[in-house]
C-alpha cells in the first residue's frame, strides 16, 4: 500500500467458489480497463474459504478463466483478511492517493455507486478530465426494478457446517451408507448411496452416489473437489425431470434427453441459471467416485416481481 501512495487503489477480497464473488468480476475488468491508465489500482485478495481454495494452482486457473488482469495475491493464511477485520465474501475498500480508506461495500450490488466513488477518487487526486458515463448493468437482475427474493441461505454439505437430513446422521471419517430422505426441507439435503464424511465435504465412494436438495432460488451452484482425477460428472434432474433449456447453468449439457453437468478441474458448479425465482427439487446423481461435494449456493435477484 505504500508504493500506491498517489494512487487509488480498490482492494476486492474474493473467494474462486463464491457465486456473489464472480459475478462482481465483469464490472471489476471494466473498472481496470476504463480507469487503469488515470490511476486505478486493483488488488485481488484472494482469501480461501475452503481448504480447496487455498490451492495456487486451482486459484491461478480461476484468475486465468475469468480473465482477472489486476494483480491476485493469495491470501492463505488469511493475515490480510485479518488486517482489514473483513468478514465477507466478495468485499471492496476503496482507498484514496493518500492512502485513507474511504469506501466500502460488501456482497454484489452497488455497482453505479462504487464508480461513482472511483471517480470521485480519482478526482480528489488530480485527474481533472472528464469521466466516463457510469457503467450500464450487465445483467437484467442488476437494473433498476430487480427484486430480491429470500432465498435458500448457503448450505454446507461437510459435517463442520453441513445441514444434512438423514436418519444415518454424521459420522466424522466414516463411510456410510445412506438411504435419501424424504423432501428434506429448504436449507437441508438427503444423500443416498454411499459417502465418506469429513469437516468440509462429503465424497462419494461409489458411482451413482447422489444428494437430493429442495431450494427457494433463481440459480443453484454446487462447489465440487476430487480426490483424485480431477474432471467429472453427474446427472441433474429439477423437479423431476432434465434441466429446461432456459433454467440450465453453464455448466450442463444435455445428452440422449437427459441432463448432466460436467467439469474439468474443482471449481464452482453453475447449475440453475433461471430468470425466474421458485421451489425447485434437485437430485445429482455423482458419476465419478471420489467427488467431493462442499457446498450448494443460491442466487435469488430477478428483474421485476414474480410470484413466490
Not at 464490472?27 to 490451492?55: N, S
Not at 468485499?91 to 469506501?103: E, F, I, M, S, T
Not at 472511483?118 to 487526486?125: C, G, K
Request: hydrophobic residues 40%; glycine residues 10%; contains cysteine.
Amino acid at each position: 500500500m505504500a508504493s500506491a501512495r498517489g494512487s487509488v487503489v480498490l482492494v476486492d477480497f474474493w473467494d474462486s467458489t463464491c457465486v456473489n464473488c464472480l459475478r462482481t468480476f465483469p464490472y471489476l475488468r471494466a473498472w481496470h480497463e476504463r480507469y487503469a491508465g488515470r490511476g486505478l489500482v486493483i488488488v485481488g485478495v484472494h482469501t480461501p474459504e475452503f481448504e480447496l481454495t487455498a490451492d495456487p494452482g486451482l486459484v491461478a486457473a480461476a484468475v486465468r478463466d475469468e480473465k482477472i488482469p489486476y494483480p491476485v495475491l493469495l491470501d492463505d493464511s488469511r493475515e490480510t483478511w485479518q488486517l482489514y477485520a473483513n468478514h465477507f465474501w466478495p468485499a471492496k475498500y476503496l482507498v484514496d492517493a493518500r492512502g485513507y480508506l474511504r469506501y466500502e461495500h460488501f456482497g454484489e450490488g452497488a455497482y453505479g455507486h462504487t464508480e461513482e466513488w472511483i471517480q470521485r477518487l480519482l478526482r480528489e487526486a488530480g485527474d481533472e478530465d472528464s469521466m466516463p458515463p457510469i457503467l450500464a448493468p450487465v445483467r437484467e437482475e442488476d437494473r433498476a426494478g430487480a427484486v430480491c427474493h429470500p432465498a435458500t441461505r448457503e448450505t454446507y454439505v461437510g459435517y463442520l457446517r453441513g445441514r444434512l437430513r438423514a436418519a444415518e446422521g454424521y459420522r466424522p471419517g466414516e463411510e456410510v451408507r445412506h438411504q435419501g430422505s424424504a423432501e428434506p426441507p429448504p436449507g437441508m439435503f438427503g444423500a443416498y448411496g454411499l459417502w465418506r464424511h469429513e469437516a468440509e465435504y462429503l465424497e462419494a465412494r461409489e458411482a451413482g452416489a447422489g444428494l437430493e436438495l429442495i431450494c427457494d432460488a433463481a440459480g443453484v451452484n454446487l462447489v465440487v473437489g476430487a480426490a483424485g482425477e480431477p474432471a467429472g460428472e453427474m446427472g441433474i434432474t429439477v423437479d423431476g425431470r432434465p434441466v429446461p433449456p432456459e433454467e440450465r447453468g453453464k455448466d450442463v449439457v444435455e445428452r440422449g434427453g437427459r441432463t448432466f453437468a460436467v467439469w474439468e478441474r474443482p471449481r464452482m458448479l453453475w447449475l440453475i441459471d433461471s430468470a425466474e425465482f421458485r421451489r425447485r427439487n434437485l437430485r445429482l446423481s455423482f458419476l465419478v467416485p471420489g467427488t467431493r461435494a462442499y457446498a450448494f449456493t443460491f442466487t435469488t435477484c430477478v428483474q421485476g416481481p414474480q410470484p413466490n
